[in-house]
Every structure is written in C-alpha cells, then in structure tokens.
C-alpha cells in the first residue's frame, strides 16, 4: 500500500499535473488527494469517454495528463481509446481500477470485466501493469510508463487493486459560482428547405472566429468541410470518438489555461451523443470558449437518418447547464453576428445553428495524416 502522494507528487515532476475522470471507490484516496492538491487541475467528468476527450484536449494545450475511472467504465473508454489516442497518437497516462479481480468478492455487475480487464487492454494494444503498491516501485513504474509513450506516442495503463492506495480524507471542495440563469436570444425563422447550406456556417464561424481561434470540428462531414474551406494549423479535426469534440475543446481551454480562443464546431448527433459535457462545461465555465452546434436534424455521415434533435431545444439545455450567451440562429447574417458576441463576451457560449441537409460537392478528406494535423496544431497553440 502507498500514500496518494507517493504517486501523485512523482508524478508531477514528470509534468502531469493535468487530470480527469469518473470516480471509483478504490480510487478515492487518489481523487480526494488530487482535489485537494493546488499543483493540479482536476475535471470531474460525465463519463470516462468525456474524461478521455477532455485530457486529450489538455494534452494538445501542451499539458501531459492522467485520466482516472473505474474499469467498468472501459466500456465507454474504448471509443476514444482506440479512435482518438491511437489515431492521433495522445499519450494519456490511463489508470483504472480492477474491480471484480478474480478470486476477489464483488459485486455482480464487475464479474465479467474484472475477468477481461487485462485482456481489453492488449486487445486495445495499450501496454499496462499494475498499480506500484510499494512507494519504492513508483518511479520504477512511471519511468517505464514514460518510455513506453514516448516511444509510442499512445496511451500506457495502471490497473489498480483494492487497497492499493491509503485512505485520504476529502477537503472542502472548491465549487464555481453558478452565472445566472442565461435567457437564448433568438428564434428559428426558415423553412427547413431554405435553411443554408452546413458549410455556409462553417465558413462563416471559421471566418468570424480568425486565425488566432482553436477550431475544433467534430466527426464526420463537419471536420471535412471544415477541411475542404482550406487547411490551417489552427483547426483539428476529430476524424473519430463521435462525441467528444466539445470535451476536447475543454481540455484546451482548461489545458492553456484560456490562452486561446476555443471554438467548437459540433453537430447535432454528436452533441446528443455526450450531452453531459455540456454540464461540464457550464460548471468549468471557460471564459474564452464558443460551442457551436451545427443541427441539420440528421445522421447524414450514414444517409441522413434522423436526429430527435427536432425535438430539442439545445438553448434551453445550455442555459440550465450554466452557459452564460447562447443564440439560436437559422441565417447568415444572424449567425455572423452571434459568433462575433460570442468570440467578444465571456463564455462559456453556445450558438444553436439550423441548417439545410446536403453536403458540399465533391466532399473530400483531409489528406493530412490525423498524428500530423496533431503536431501542427500543437506547434500553432502556444502562439
């Protein structure tokens, strides 16, 4: 057994000091000591694949990062795991707890996973071992963890153990003041067939926002057309992790610690998808941060299927999520003038953009390799 600082304070000589995650109660010595640590930036997450999305937003800030959670929540891990740290080579430190470990009483519901927990994460090539349960096998550990990433440029895995880590009490938790509730401004006015084209509102949030935004454009044709207006070192295209682009966007702004302006470029689907990050986001509230949700009411990646976006008032949603600006809008000239208050009013924003079904012609994809798109915008975000 070890103290939470005995892997906590290593840890952060070797520059983690940016974590998230989902809690465990074999993990609650860690996550109260990490809390309660000034030398860390801790984001609670919605669920493991937003805590995933989140550091890997952290990580292209230029802040190496930890994520945390129970093994159970491998489930909603494996997305991102697999299409966004291996894809674009994000070397996140994962630790996950072993709950129903065979030969070790638990409760039901860990049984299978407790079985597979090693066996997913080769499956998943993530090397991993065991949690150092000796304070004098912590650096050892870690040493080889950081050789493993940085030879891989993917993630390295903890599985920890019951009774790994001491008890650490929780101290009084620091918790953001709650923005008044935000009232959306705006209406959707156009016929659904007359709505503008989704690129249309691409090029114009791309143009409004400038240069010295972070674009981050979520799976499947918004990435592309947002690729398609032209490449720049400032955009970042998530080719994968359907979800978690908004997470991302976070995890920049947290990670750089508002350096930057960060724009979201999501779709409807895809904000569906991780609804809960928007909770996240409304109690992290990043003053420089504009969320645009781009709903044309359709899966259109996979044939146009629908949303049930039809019936939801995202506005409504990010406004009970603490957003403090949010607008709906349905024209261009509407939209140009949200994104402009949206750049220049402290966020977090939302902008909810209707537009028409149909994709530019000839819609191609990047052809800059996902782990290139990753270094040139890592080398563009310090400035």
């Known amino acids: 057994m070890i103290k ?8 952060l000589e070797r520059g983690y000091s940016f974590w998230a ?25 919605a669920s493991e694949g937003e805590a995933l999305g989140v550091a890997a937003g952290a990580y292209l800030a230029g802040r190496k990062s930890v994520v945390i959670c129970q093994n159970s929540g491998l489930g909603n891990a494996v997305n991102p795991l697999t299409s966004l740290n291996y894809t674009f080579r994000i070397p996140t430190l994962f630790i996950t707890t072993h709950r129903g470990a065979p030969g070790v009483r638990d409760e039901p519901q860990h049984e299978l996973m407790g079985q597979i927990t090693g066996d997913l994460l080769t499956t998943m090539r993530i090397p991993w071992d065991f949690f150092p ?9 870690l040493e080889r963890a950081e050789e493993c990433m ?3 440029g993917r993630p390295y895995a903890f599985v920890m153990r019951k009774g790994a880590v001491d008890d650490y009490e929780l101290s009084e938790q620091p918790r953001h003041p709650v923005p008044p509730l935000a009232s959306p401004r705006g209406t959707f006015t156009v016929a659904p067939s007359e709505r503008m084209p989704r ?10 926002a400038g240069d010295g935004a972070a674009l981050i454009g979520t799976t499947g044709k918004i990435g592309r057309e947002l690729y398609t207006l032209g490449h720049r070192p400032n955009q970042f295209y998530v080719v994968g992790a359907m979800g978690t682009a908004s997470g991302i966007g976070l995890g920049m702004h947290l990670g750089g610690r508002g350096s930057r302006n960060v724009v979201v470029l999501d779709g409807d689907g895809a904000a569906l998808m991780k609804l809960g990050t928007l909770a996240t986001i409304g109690y992290s509230q990043p003053a420089r941060f504009l969320h645009v949700i781009i709903d044309n009411e359709a899966h259109e990646s996979t044939g146009g299927q629908a949303t049930v976006s039809s019936g939801i008032d995202f506005a409504t949603i990010a406004a009970g999520c603490g957003y403090r600006n949010i607008w709906r809008v349905d024209t261009a000239d509407a939209l140009e003038a949200a994104v ?20 530019a012609p000839e819609l191609g994809r990047p052809a800059h390799a996902p782990a290139e798109v990753r270094e040139q915008f890592m080398s563009w975000f310090p400035g």
């Open 4 to 11: 939470a600082h005995d892997f906590v304070q290593p840890a």
């Open 21 to 45: 995650g989902v809690p465990c109660s074999f993990l609650t010595p860690f996550i109260n000591y990490v809390i309660s640590s000034p030398d860390v930036d801790y984001v609670g997450a």
């Open 133 to 141: 349960e000796d304070p004098a096998l912590v650096v050892p550990a």
């Open 150 to 152: 940085a030879e891989t």
């Open 199 to 208: 690129i249309e509102a691409i090029r114009i949030v791309r143009d409004t």
């Open 340 to 359: 402009t208050e949206g750049m220049n009013t402290t966020g977090p924003n939302l902008v909810h953009v209707k537009v028409a079904l149909g994709s």
